[in-house]
């Protein structure tokens, strides 16, 4: 059996014997933006540590666990924090989770993160509607013997974000008043924040936020049929548009300050995309 696999299933045999919980939606919570998985109808949780052989987050702000619930009427589970192929992760283990909660039952996948805004006009704040990304940087997930129990060998990636869950998410920004922009993610390795120079090759590629994280998770979700849509809180601007040095507690401030909005968005935009069945 592919190794890759076995470990997998090991994870899922674990989650098995202590959670009882089919989600549909799953929703990947970013830096600093844990929190929001307190408020909803909790049906259990479970420790990232208690599932054996699971890669464990070391960033300040992820909590590291597994919360499974519902919003209003659709179940949920939640990753409150990620882990990040800086940490010293093969890049299977970054997107381990993103599998596991597919197998647990997702059919969609919700991802955020916390970005560094490119795109003109962004500023600190600002929530942005991803619309594609860039996820060359980092190694594929999908390097390697072929998974044939998950996907294709070579999968698809025209349409990376589902147009229908795009919608839903901009119909939602609109009734609830919440400005949302759009654009393009792209995922460098990190952990370092990107010199001016990185940022404007960026640029000339088309991205208009960029991070550390969710393009390779995006990649493996996708491979595995899931339907996938994602926000990114522009939580600082980029080296060399910021004015200055760039900070994890800018980061952190941020998410706090905007938390409210994002947080109201989600959860209406998980109850519109639970409608679509």
């Known amino acids: 059996m592919n190794a890759v696999y076995e470990k997998l299933m090991k994870c ?40 054996e052989g699971f890669p464990v987050s070391t960033v300040p702000g992820h909590r590291g666990r597994f919360v499974f619930g519902y ?20 890049i299977s283990d970054v997107v381990l989770p993103i599998r596991l909660m597919k197998l647990m039952g997702a059919k969609k996948l919700f991802l955020t993160n916390a970005a560094g805004g490119i795109g003109e006009g962004f500023q600190a704040g600002d929530l942005m509607l991803i619309t594609g990304q860039i996820g060359n940087f980092v190694p594929s997930p999908l390097i390697g ?7 294709v060998r070579f999968p698809d990636m025209s349409q990376i974000y589902d147009e229908d869950l795009r919608k839903v998410i901009l119909g939602a920004a609109k009734d609830l008043g919440i400005p949302l922009r759009q654009g393009v993610y792209i995922q460098l390795t990190g952990p370092n924040y990107e010199s001016p120079q990185e940022v404007q090759m960026c640029k000339i590629l088309g991205a208009d936020a960029v991070g550390m994280s969710t393009a390779c998770e995006a990649i493996a979700a996708n491979h595995m049929g899931m339907k996938i849509c994602g926000i990114s809180c522009i939580s600082n601007l980029a080296c060399g548009i910021a004015d200055h040095p760039l900070t994890h507690k800018e980061v952190q401030d941020t998410a706090d300050r905007v938390a409210p909005l994002f947080k109201q968005l989600i959860m209406e935009s998980i109850v519109r995309i639970g409608k679509l069945g």
């Not at 799953?26 to 208690?50: F, K, N, P, R, T």
């Not at 919003?71 to 093969?90: L, N, S, T």
């Open 12 to 51: 899922y045999e674990s989650f098995q014997k202590k959670i009882h919980f089919r989600p549909d939606v799953a929703l990947v919570l970013g830096s600093g933006l844990g929190d929001h998985a307190d408020s909803i109808q909790v049906e259990g949780v479970l420790d990232y540590s208690h599932i």
């Open 71 to 90: 919003v209003h009427d659709v179940p949920v589970v939640i990753m409150q924090g990620r882990v990040h192929y800086y940490e010293g992760y093969d």
């Open 145 to 151: 013997p072929n998974m044939d129990e998950l996907g």
